[in-house]
């Protein structure tokens, strides 16, 4: 199965911009989906088909894929930002959907 | 756009057995892709089954041999019978929907915990 890669844990300031990268070999290839979950709750899809936003979700947030990295952005950060963000995509070889490791966003 | 409801959790001791439901409302699960999807104390997701509208299932190399899905077209629900329960598979159990292949999991229930301890 794919192995998708991020970075443990991002910091920033109020009213900053926050990157969430998502690595894994040809991921560009595949469709990217991101999620938040804050403490106690279930994931929400924020980000799906690596760029667009589903209802109710600000347009602060968005998504792009480069070579093999996908990023999810966060524009004017602001303290309920604060959560764990995970990538997903569906691997097709195995039938089997991968999450990344997740990044906990602290807003500093 | 649809609700999911787990229920099933509970203490467990190693090598027992568990069954997990997953009641599902606003849809009808035998249309989509239903999903559980784990996630241990302090640690990330991790997904654990589907069973696709067509009824072939799928699962994580973790849980194979030991956990089955299924799902009651007749109740709308999902349901993941958990055998030779380990440590490991001490977590919150969520179930989730995708509407399609490669889809994003759109709704997800509130999870349902499960801990296997001696």
């Known amino acids: 199965s794919d192995v998708l890669t991020q970075p443990p844990s991002v910091s920033v300031a109020p009213g900053k911009t926050a990157r969430f990268t998502c690595g894994g070999n040809?991921?560009?290839?595949?469709?990217v989906h991101w999620y938040q979950q804050k403490p106690g709750q279930a994931p929400v899809l924020v980000i799906y088909?690596?760029?667009d936003r589903p209802s109710g979700i600000p347009e602060r947030f968005s998504g792009s894929i480069s070579g093999n990295t996908a990023t999810l952005t966060i524009s004017r950060v602001e303290a309920g930002d604060e959560a764990d963000y995970y990538c997903?995509?569906?691997?097709?070889?195995?039938?089997?959907?991968?999450f990344g490791g997740g990044t906990k966003l602290t807003v500093l | 756009e649809g609700q999911l409801v787990e229920s099933g959790g509970g203490l467990m001791q190693p090598g027992g057995s568990l069954r997990l439901s997953c009641a599902v409302s606003?849809?009808?699960?035998?249309?989509?892709?239903m999903s559980w999807v784990r996630q241990a104390p302090g640690k990330g997701l991790e997904w654990v089954s589907v069973i696709y509208s067509g009824g072939s299932t799928y699962y994580a190399d973790s849980v194979k041999g030991r956990f089955t899905i299924s799902r009651d077209n007749s109740r709308n629900t999902l349901h993941l019978q958990m055998n030779s329960l380990r440590a490991q598979d001490t977590a919150v159990y969520y179930c989730a929907r995708a509407e399609s292949l490669a889809d994003p999991f759109d709704v997800w229930g509130q999870g349902t915990m499960v801990t296997v301890s001696s």
């Open positions: 040809n991921i560009g290839s595949k469709s």
């Open positions: 997903q995509v569906w691997d097709s070889s195995s039938d089997h959907w991968v």
């Open positions: 606003g849809f009808i699960a035998s249309r989509n892709y």
């Open positions: 088909y690596d760029s």
